[in-house]
Structure formats: C-alpha cells, structure tokens
C-alpha cells in the first residue's frame, strides 16, 4: 500500500534526490535475498548506490513478464510452458539498436502463495533470459516480487520499489525510460516511477493512464522509435 505521506506518491514531486534517498533507505531486505536467483546468471555486479546528484542516464525499457513477453500462464512454474510473444525478438533487437537497455519486473505472488517454488519460477525466468540472450539481447535485470498482494510489500507492482532499485543499480533515468506491459499495475508502476508507460493489447482492460496502446510488442517499439 503506497504511503499517502510518501514524496514518491505524486510524480511531479519527485526528485532526483528524493528517488535517491528512497532507493538507499529501501528496506527491502526480501528483495537483496532473493537476488541471487531472482538476476540471471551472468549479472553478479554488485548493487552500487550512486551519491546524490549522479545523473541518471541510461535509457532502458523495462518489461513485464506474464502477457508482454510471454504468453500467459495460469500458474506457470513449468519452463516447458512458456510461450514467447511471436516478435518478441525483433522488437526488443529495433530498440537494442537504438541504445535501449531492458529489464524485466515481474509479480509473482505464485511464490507467497506456495503453488510455486522459488527455483521453479527461476528457472522460467532463467529460461526466458537465456533465450533472449542467446538471440542477442542482453537483460540487466529481472526483478521478482514474491508476495502476496495482501503483504503490502514495497516490491509489488504498482509499487515501485524494483524500479527505484534500477535506478540505483542501472542508472536507469526515468524520463529516458519506458515501461511495457499489459496490466493496469504496470502501467501504474511506470507512471509513478516516472517512466512513460505502454500498454500492450492483451485480456486486461484497457487502461487510460497509458501514453499509448499497442496492438504488439513490435508496434510499441515502433512507437518509442518514432518518437
Ligand atoms: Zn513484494
């Protein structure tokens, strides 16, 4: 639950600073825990926490997991089940080109909820990571909330605490940056990280807080490069 109290609740209050300052005080104690599998293999840096008033330049596209790149699932904990988005690769290598660094955020209350372990949803996502990269595109990122919703955890989409943890890690600049995804929390989470959000056409209703509604992942992309 966002704290009403909190500077980060309101976009246009944020700050440079203020982003910084959450990040290093961000207790997400869960989060550092499960960053030993929730990353994919080949990412061991360690967290830096940049000194305020580091800027901000990395531009990337952060994206959800379930229904944006991958097919949804009921429940997927099976790697075998995944079902990649059909021009999964070429829009992620279009914006690759353009200098787009990718993350991938994913709620996964299937963990807090026990119908699936933590080595089996790392596994998919490591098979997902695998997959891309094997294809040519690298992923600094892949950042897992395991809670329930009922936890109120910071790490929940729309909460925001994976995203400010990008920013600490990645440098990933907000305004730069782009979220994608097919649910109104993502859209949300992008939104109030400060990132433009895109909506991509899916079961979810459409949400009207997105910059744009994409009928596919290749017509977002054609979007951001349009721009
Ligand atoms: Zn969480």
Redesign the pocket.
Known sequence: MQNPDSPLSIPEQKTLNQILRHCINLP?I??LQLDNWARSGNLNAQPKYPEFGVSLSQKFVVLDRDGTLIEHVHHLSDPKLIKFKPDLVSALSALSKEGFAFGIVT?QSII?RALASQEEVGAVNQLIVDFLEQNGINISFLYV???VPE?Y????KP?I??GLRAISDFNLSPSLSYVIGDQESDILFGKNLGCTPIQVQGKAKRSHLAEYYARTLSDAADWILGR
């Open positions: 997400s869960r989060v709620n807090g909330c395991p809670h936890k955890c910071k790490c929940r909460e605490g994976l």
